[in-house]
Every structure is written in structure tokens, then in C-alpha cells.
């Protein structure tokens, strides 16, 4: 009986498990990396006027890792915060779980190609978030208040947090909260995020 064939099998489904973990795990990027994060600033406003990018004056200057944009309205300013800006695939499945901790006004905002239905995970996370769905006219649908998953939840058991929206801002857990942003609140975005 001539088993080459059936080594040959064995060790392609192997390796076809082998790739299903490590795509699975995310441990690929950690070998391909996720690139440079751009910086910005996000404002939100109270109510539902205007552009998700500002109504009134606004300037920008863009650098090559950097964006700063100040817009000024009428409408009451109820935060602003300094995001790094994941507009990648492998930047969005990153996310923060790289990171241990963020100042109180800082986030990530996540920018998809085209507004739908999006779920976030609270995966090899350090600390907890508050999860904010924005639409492509810049206005916020979902606000969820995300704590750490408990210790040893597999990836597949971990909650979902679903919103729609084309971006997601996620910030320390309990800033929504102290800052008085909620659903119907205006968020304007850094010059160039589309």
C-alpha cells in the first residue's frame, strides 16, 4: 500500500490548520505589521446640524503622520479628542490591543470604506472602552460601554458590540458619559478622513 499520497494529504490539512490559527489569532500581524497610524482630532457637537466634517471656518494642515483640524461653529462643543486614525484592514483589526493605556482624551477612530452594519470585540484588550458608531454624515447611532471581557474568554465567546456607521471612535470607557456625547451628537472629522 502506498501511503505517500495519503502523507501528502495529511500534511496539506495540517498546514491548512496551521494557516486558519494563525489568521484566526491575528498572529500575522505581528510578522506583517499594520504600518503607520495617522493622527487627528475629533470634535463633537451637540445636535444634528451641519457636515460631518464642520460648518463654519475651518483650517487644516496635514504632515505626513499628522493631522490637525480646527473648526469652529455655533453649535456648543461638548468634547474633542486626539485619535490615532486605523483606515487599514490589519490597522482596524489591531486596533488598541496594542496598547496599554490612553489619556483621557484620546482615541482611535476607525474609518471603513463604505457605511453598514459593523460589530467591535473587546480583543486582548488592557483596558475598557466606550464604542461609538458615527455615520457617514458624521452623526453618532450607537454608543456602547464596553468593560474587559473576563479573564480567558475565547475569541470566539467574546461579546459583540454592533453598530452602523461607516466610522467607529473608541475612547476610555466613561468618556461618553463625562462629556455628555449620545446618540444624535455631531462629530467632526480630521481634514482627509472620507
Known sequence: MNRRPLAAV???VGLLVVGVLVLQSGAWVG???VGEYDEGTVTVREGTTGTANGTATETATRSANATTVAVRDDAERLATVE???ADTFEQRYVGLSKTDSMGPNEGMLFVHDEEGEYAYVMRNMSFPLDIIFVDANGTITT???APLPPEGTSESDL???EGRGKYVLEVNRGWANRTGVGVGDRVELPAGVA
Do not use: Q, S
Request: net charge positive; charged share 20%.
Open 10 to 12: 495529511l500534511g496539506l
Open 31 to 33: 510578522v506583517l505589521g
Open 83 to 85: 485619535v490615532r486614525i
Open 143 to 145: 454608543v456602547h460601554h
Open 159 to 161: 461579546k459583540r458590540y
